[in-house]
């Protein structure tokens, strides 16, 4: 190997956040001066939805060949952890519900949750083409339940979820397709760096990897690098880094979902935007495991806090959520819902419900009063909190201010199961900069040549706040347009 020139200083404000907490030694060089080992049209980084929708969608739009790239012993990212929910205003599912919607509506509350700090072109085209994604998921064996409901800080009932386990359909199918046409994905292996020809300039020509018996390689790109490694909600450090109370908060996330890639992508010269808006949703109880999954669905379920009192309206956004239940004592809450709402998610949280029951952190009441006594939530209070709810779906006047879309079943029908619950790290909405056609920009607002990116790692989509349900609406956009962008690009 000739010698590679290595960066030692990393200018910009974000990135030299980041960097203050690990450089990755990034390769510049000629493509000549690298003897390459193997060599692809397109490099996928991550077998997460995002990726794995890149590299079949390269793959259809004509790349000879394509390889995904993933840390982890498998594939599925944080996807295959989600509750698999995915928004999309279809006109056939919303015209069936007897409501309306339009990607334009999608578009406009998208924007507006993430207090106008999203981009409109990434966001307009986000909401375009969701509906999209949602047919070309089912033309790849992707089925969905015959429903749309309003998810978890969703703010609105278009989301559906696929039949099978949870996000983990979506991993399945797409597995499936790429075994189909000959994708092979590399498992245990790490990206060490992202080789670009310059410091902050040039093409980018490939990765260097090394897999798990600590064999490197160099892997060209002939066409380009998509970019899809997730966020970082895994790493305590660098989420503090951005938001100091995230530190000792607990994190939804797969164990690999650190950043690494995020800091390799700046180190070769990609801008970021929002690398301090981390999101969170109800998680386990710190010494507990297998937490209930009881609140996805607004309209099934309530939160009280430890006194069994209610305190927050439960259809919020999810950023007014976390902090609402920061604040409680102990920032812990009780999730309720009744045997409908329970039987309701079955599909979804089935498995995780079964190993809470299990692991004794489900509780079941045989009435309100069997409820509070087993979770030792005070029963006058709980009773109240019932009472408050159940009269706001009559009257549709919630005094927690829940809209009346989301008022309309009953806490009523036992048995009743309750779940303790405190805010984990979810998602990070922030990460490198994008256009419209997923290619990365640097900090100079200059496209990186060869360098293309979807999912968590990128910023600019959410804003402050990402609407529930949009993040598998995200992925599979915007990896299917990474991909199909990286097969027609050589360079």
């Not at 996928?44 to 890149?54: F, K, N, P, Q, Y």
């Not at 990434?122 to 969905?144: C, I, M, R, Y």
């Not at 490197?216 to 938001?243: M, Q």
């Not at 005070?378 to 919630?398: C, G, H, I, M, R």
């Amino acid at each position: 190997m000739p010698s590679i020139s290595r960066r030692g200083f990393l200018g910009g404000t974000a990135a030299a956040t980041l960097s203050t907490f690990a450089l990755s030694s990034a390769v510049f060089a000629k493509e000549s001066d690298i003897k390459w080992d193997e060599t692809y049209n397109v490099v996928v980084i991550g077998a997460g939805g995002a990726g794995l929708a890149a590299a079949v969608t390269a793959k259809e739009a004509g790349a000879k060949k394509v390889v995904v790239i993933e840390k982890m012993a498998f594939p599925g990212g944080n996807t295959i952890r989600a509750g698999g929910g995915i928004n999309a205003a279809i006109k056939a599912d919303y015209e069936k519900a007897g409501i309306t919607d339009s990607p334009e509506l999608h578009a406009k509350q998208t924007l507006a949750a993430g207090d106008g700090r999203g981009d409109p072109k990434l966001v307009n085209q986000l909401t375009a083409k969701a509906p999209e994604s949602v047919q070309w998921l089912k033309d790849h064996g992707v089925k969905f339940q015959d429903n749309i409901y309003q998810i978890y800080g969703g703010l609105y009932k278009r989301a559906r979820n696929p039949i099978g386990p949870r996000g983990g359909a979506y991993i399945k199918a797409l597995v499936e397709n790429c075994k189909k046409l000959d994708i092979p994905i590399m498992l245990n292996t790490q990206v060490l760096e992202v080789v670009r020809e310059k410091q902050l300039s040039g093409k980018v020509l490939g990765v260097k990897v090394k897999q798990k018996d600590g064999k490197v390689l160099y892997i060209r790109a002939t066409n380009a690098v998509v970019a899809a490694g997730g966020g970082f909600a895994a790493s305590d450090r660098l989420s503090a880094l951005h938001d100091p109370r995230m530190e000792k908060l607990g994190t939804t996330n797969h164990p690999g979902a650190t950043g690494d890639l995020l800091i390799d992508l700046i180190d070769i010269g990609a801008d970021t935007r929002g690398l301090d808006y981390i999101q969170c949703i109800p998680g386990n109880v710190k010494g507990e495991t297998h937490a209930p999954n009881l609140f996805t669905h607004v309209d099934r379920f309530i939160f009280v806090n430890l006194d069994g009192k209610r305190f927050i309206n439960e259809d919020a956004r999810r950023d007014v959520l976390r902090d609402a239940m920061l604040d409680q004592p102990e920032a812990i809450a009780w999730t309720i819902v009744d045997a409908d709402g329970f039987e309701e998610q079955k599909n979804s949280k089935g498995p995780e419900n079964e190993a809470a029951r299990k692991a004794g952190t489900l509780y079941i009441g045989d009435s309100i009063e069997d409820l509070a006594k087993k979770t030792n939530i005070p029963v006058e209070e709980l009773k109240k909190s019932f009472e408050q709810y159940n009269t706001a779906v009559d009257t549709k006047k919630d005094p927690m201010g829940r809209a009346p879309t989301v008022l309309v079943n009953k806490l009523a029908k036992a048995p009743f199961y309750a779940g303790r619950v405190t805010m984990q790290r979810h998602h990070t909405m922030g990460g490198v900069v994008i256009n419209e056609k997923a290619q990365v920009i640097d900090r100079h607002g200059n496209v990186i040549p060869g360098l293309y990116a979807a999912g968590e790692v990128t910023g600019g989509i959410h804003g402050t706040n990402r609407v529930g349900g949009n993040a598998m609406a995200d992925i599979f956009t915007y990896g299917r347009i990474a991909g199909e962008n990286a097969a027609k690009n050589p360079i």
